[in-house]
């Protein structure tokens, strides 16, 4: 007898996992940022023995360090854990583009893809890691603008 399909929004995420997804994060914007488990630590209000901790998967991350490392490094932090429960995370603000800021937004991200698709049709890991921060922005300029007035005009 096969395992019942279980909806993914009904399953159940084990802890170990998301605390290996917070620490492959932490240790990625460590490495990419050049930080030391001290400064990863100030941004958390920890000490850098427990930054280590965090970083190593060898301790759980409360609340308050977890929603520090959320505001300070938003979805290079939590993209991957909260989407092991089908969330997402996003900045909550106003839009800071007109319309054709938001055109160009548009367009840098479409050059991107275009780039990564061009040798072998694929978007890989490194190619999508490649366009985080761009896509972070594009959605943050989304959500702004479905949070407040959804019309938008160039401005001469």
């Given at each position: 007898?096969?395992?019942?399909?279980?909806?993914?929004?009904?399953?159940?995420?084990?802890?170990?996992?998301?605390?290996?997804?917070?620490?492959?994060?932490?240790?990625?914007?460590?490495?990419?940022?050049?930080?030391?488990?001290?400064?990863?630590?100030?941004?958390?209000?920890?000490?850098?023995?427990?930054?280590?901790?965090?970083?190593?998967?060898?301790?759980?991350m409360g609340?308050?360090?977890?929603?520090?490392?959320?505001?300070?490094?938003?979805?290079?932090?939590?993209?991957?854990?909260?989407?092991?429960?089908?969330?997402?995370?996003?900045?909550?603000?106003?839009?800071?583009?007109?319309?054709?800021?938001?055109?160009?937004?548009?367009?840098?991200?479409?050059?991107?893809?275009?780039?990564?698709?061009?040798?072998?049709?694929?978007?890989?890991?490194?190619?999508?890691?490649?366009?985080?921060?761009?896509?972070?922005?594009?959605?943050?300029e989304i959500?702004?603008?479905?949070?407040?007035?959804?019309?938008?005009?160039?401005?001469?």
């Open positions: 007898m096969t395992d019942p399909q279980i909806s993914s929004r009904n399953r159940v995420v084990s802890a170990s996992s998301l605390i290996e997804a917070a620490a492959c994060a932490l240790s990625a914007i460590k490495d990419e940022d050049g930080l030391t488990d001290a400064e990863l630590g100030a941004v958390l209000h920890r000490g850098a023995d427990q930054a280590q901790r965090y970083r190593t998967g060898l301790a759980e609340m308050i360090a977890f929603l520090r490392a959320c505001s300070a490094w938003n979805g290079r932090f939590a993209a991957e854990i909260v989407g092991k429960l089908d969330l997402k995370l996003s900045r909550v603000g106003a839009g800071s583009r007109s319309a054709r800021g938001f055109a160009s937004l548009l367009a840098r991200l479409q050059v991107a893809v275009n780039a990564a698709l061009e040798n072998d049709d694929e978007i890989d890991g490194d190619e999508l890691r490649s366009m985080l921060a761009l896509l972070d922005e594009t959605r943050n959500e702004a603008m479905q949070a407040g007035s959804s019309t938008l005009r160039a401005v001469a």
